[in-house]
T-cell receptor, first 112, second 111 residues
Framework: DGGITQSPKYLFRKEGQNVTLSCEQN?????MYWYRQDPGQGLRLIYYSQIVNDFQKGDIAEGYSVSREKKESFPLTVTSAQKNPTAFYLC???????????FGPGTRLTVL | DQQVKQNSPSLSVQEGRISILNCDYT??????FLWYKKYPAEGPTFLISISSIKDKNEDGRFTVFLNKSAKHLSLHIVPSQPGDSAVYFC??????????FGTGTRLKVLA
């Protein structure tokens, strides 16, 4: 079955620690994205990648980092520099940047 | 500055009636629009899209209308079903890899 997987579904982190969220797709999509959703808000773009070994900052990239070493994988690291990391994180992919995006199930990160 | 706005945070509709969800945008460069449906604690699911060369697109019970002069699009669901109860997001793109999402409208279909 083709799709996007994110793990884990729930993640708890102590303040001051870095944490990496996993995103894997087997759709053979070129483009991948990370969004953040907060209560009552829309999806805000953190980072996106059009091709392997290339990525760009989105609207709220501060305190986050990504890598795109493989086409299938686009992990997101939430660093200790992110001031308000508790949120629901969504990964998405699309065939190209101009197509509809398909989303993973999301990871809820809670910083204690 | 919110470039894509969904001014109604919530909407309640009786089962079998029409649901109309609205979305306004400010950037005239946007030329491709998407609607997504989202259940709690899940990722959004793509519903329907429309490009700026069209003013209407239909897919089963879902129809999206685009009014470019008013910078307005709407999603019609007919007939509405209880399973349609979810949060609906519109998103817009202007020929780039970036989609701008609205804040969502929570639809509740009453049985």
């Amino acid at each position: 079955d083709g799709g996007i997987t994110q793990s884990p579904k729930y993640l708890f982190r102590k303040e001051g620690q870095n944490v990496t969220l996993s995103c894997e797709q087997n759709l053979n999509h070129d483009a991948m994205y990370w969004y953040r959703q907060d209560p009552g808000q829309g999806l805000r773009l953190i980072y996106y990648s059009q091709i392997v070994n290339d990525f760009q900052k989105g609207d709220i990239a501060e305190g986050y980092s990504v890598s795109r070493e493989k086409k299938e994988s686009f992990p997101l690291t939430v660093t200790s520099a992110q001031k308000n990391p508790t949120a629901f994180y969504l990964c998405a992919s699309s065939m190209s940047g101009f197509d509809e995006q398909f989303f993973g199930p999301g990871t809820r990160l809670t910083v204690l | 500055d919110q470039q894509v706005k969904q001014n109604s945070p919530s909407l309640s509709v009786q089962e079998g009636r029409i649901s109309i969800l609205n979305c306004d945008y400010t950037n005239s460069m946007f030329d491709y629009f998407l609607w997504y449906k989202k259940y709690p604690a899940e990722g959004p699911t793509f519903l329907i899209s429309i490009s700026s060369i069209k003013d209407k697109n239909e897919d089963g019970r879902f129809t999206v209308f685009l009014n470019k002069s008013a910078k307005h699009l709407s999603l019609h669901i007919v007939p509405s079903q209880p399973g349609d109860s979810a949060v609906y997001f519109c998103a817009a793109s202007g020929g780039t890899y970036k989609y701008i999402f609205g804040t969502g409208t929570r639809l509740k279909v009453l049985a």
